[in-house]
């Protein structure tokens, strides 16, 4: 079992930066890859960002340059440094984890994931 808690959501002006967190617990060595997700309302659940075990990073081409995966193995602590924010980037965003190997063809459906956060709200006003 593991258990994901985000938190840095918040309202930021087009242009700013925030950052959002994630604290994984549980069995989180059975864990092969964590990623990102948004979900804008009347809008599919999207691939933000993944990171695998080994530390390989993915991202989309709308955030490709902007966004940065990250992780703090100590702190057991997923990142996200969102920079150069638009308001197309208002979004839920969820944190998830795999426990099964993914590809990068693979991490694009949400559905394949096997644990969620609740989410964090990202308002990005223009």
């Known amino acids: 079992q593991v258990q994901l808690v985000e938190s840095g959501g918040g309202l930021v002006q087009a242009g700013g930066s925030l950052r959002l967190s994630c604290a994984a617990s549980?069995?989180?060595?059975?864990?092969?890859?964590m990623g990102w997700y948004r979900q804008a309302p009347g809008k599919e659940r999207e691939l933000v960002a993944v990171i695998s075990s080994r530390g390989s990073t993915y991202y989309p081409d709308p955030v490709k340059g902007r966004f940065t995966i990250s992780r703090d193995n100590a702190k057991n602590t997923l990142y996200l440094q969102m920079n150069s924010l638009k308001p197309e980037d208002t979004a839920m965003y969820y944190c998830?984890?795999?426990?099964?190997?993914?590809?990068?063809?693979?991490?694009?459906?949400?559905?394949?994931?096997?644990?969620w956060g609740k989410g964090t709200l990202v308002t990005v006003s223009s």
């Open positions: 998830a984890a795999s426990l099964k190997p993914i590809t990068v063809a693979t991490i694009q459906d949400p559905y394949g994931m096997d644990y």
């Open positions: 549980g069995s989180i060595f059975s864990i092969t890859a």
